[in-house]
Each structure stands twice: as C-alpha cells, then as structure tokens.
C-alpha cells in the first residue's frame, strides 16, 4: 500500500514537471525538448523524439535546423504568399534554416573509409610484428622429429607396423611390392 503511494507520488511530481508543449507517446521527448531551444518542432521525429539529424533514410527530421531570428521570420512570413516572388537565395536561405546538409551533401563520400582502413592495416602490421617477435624470443626450437630424416623414420614405422590399413596412410602402401599405391 505504501509502495503505491509512493509511487503515484512520484508519478505526480514528474507530470508536473512536464512542459506543456511535450510530444506526446514519448519519454525521450521531455528530455530532448530543454536541448533544442527555441527550434520548431516541425514533425513526429525519428523514434518520436524532438532531434536533429541528416539522414537518408529519415530525411525529415522532427526539428528546424537553426533557431529563428528577424531575417528567417520575415523570410517565413513572405513564404507563406506568391513562391514565385521568392529569388533563388531566399529559397536557400528557407531551406538552410530548416536542413543542415541536402541530400547529396549526405550522401556524398567523406572518405572515412581511408581512416578504417589505416586503423585495421595498423592493427594488422602490429599482430604480425607480435607474431614474428614471438617466435624470435618466446617459443622454443623446434624438436628434433621434424627434421626430414626422423619423419622418413616416423613413416617407415607406421607403414612397418601397418597402423590403420583400412583408411589410413598404410592403405595407400603396396606391400607386397614395398611401393605407393598409384
């Protein structure tokens, strides 16, 4: 019982610490909305929150780029008749107040890939370098069993003792001719 008063008290002081201009459905929003300053919320929003960010596969973001200011309002104001009365650098301007990049500015390449692939050729020269230092100064000799003669050795004793004649190395020995099966 006490757990529900509680509860609903604290549910009480965070509805009132809501702006009143909050999106609603969205628990980020009353987050975001003290980071956007006096920017216009203009839509839902990418996950319905009130931020910013170019992106081509959610190419309206929820809010206007810039914050207003005398020059972007009477530009507004003077949208809202003729389009055709607008020259071309009001058009840009209207459009650089609402978006920070256009489209192909987005999508053009920033040549980041030449950074990953730096970093992934620099990790790559230092795992060779490790490797190379370890066989120098940390792994032994090899044994004496991986030279030539003693394998020569290893091999005529497996075939001597016929180890796995069924699928093995010895079924690949003619013994009666004492040579490899062709």
Request: with cysteine.
């Amino acid at each position: 019982m006490s757990l529900r008063l509680i509860n609903s008290a604290v549910l009480r002081k965070l509805v009132a610490q809501l702006p009143k201009n909050a999106q609603v459905g969205s628990v980020a929003s009353v987050h975001t909305l003290d980071k956007i300053g006096k920017r216009e919320v203009v839509g839902f929003g990418w996950n319905g929150t009130a931020c910013y960010a170019d992106r081509v596969d959610y190419p309206m973001p929820a809010v206007r780029f810039r914050e207003p200011n005398n020059e972007i309002n009477a530009l507004r104001a003077k949208e809202q008749g003729d389009w055709k009365k607008l020259s071309q650098q009001e058009i840009k301007a209207l459009y650089r107040a609402s978006f920070c990049q256009t489209i192909a500015e987005v999508q053009a390449s920033t040549g980041e890939w030449k950074m990953h692939l730096g970093v992934g050729l620099l990790f790559t020269a230092a795992a060779i370098w490790v490797a190379v230092l370890m066989n120098l100064f940390v792994y032994d000799e090899l044994p004496i069993t991986f030279d030539d003669e003693h394998q020569k050795a290893q091999l005529k004793r497996i075939i001597d003792l016929e180890m796995n004649p069924v699928t093995g190395l010895t079924s690949k020995w003619d013994y009666e001719n004492n040579k490899w099966k062709n």
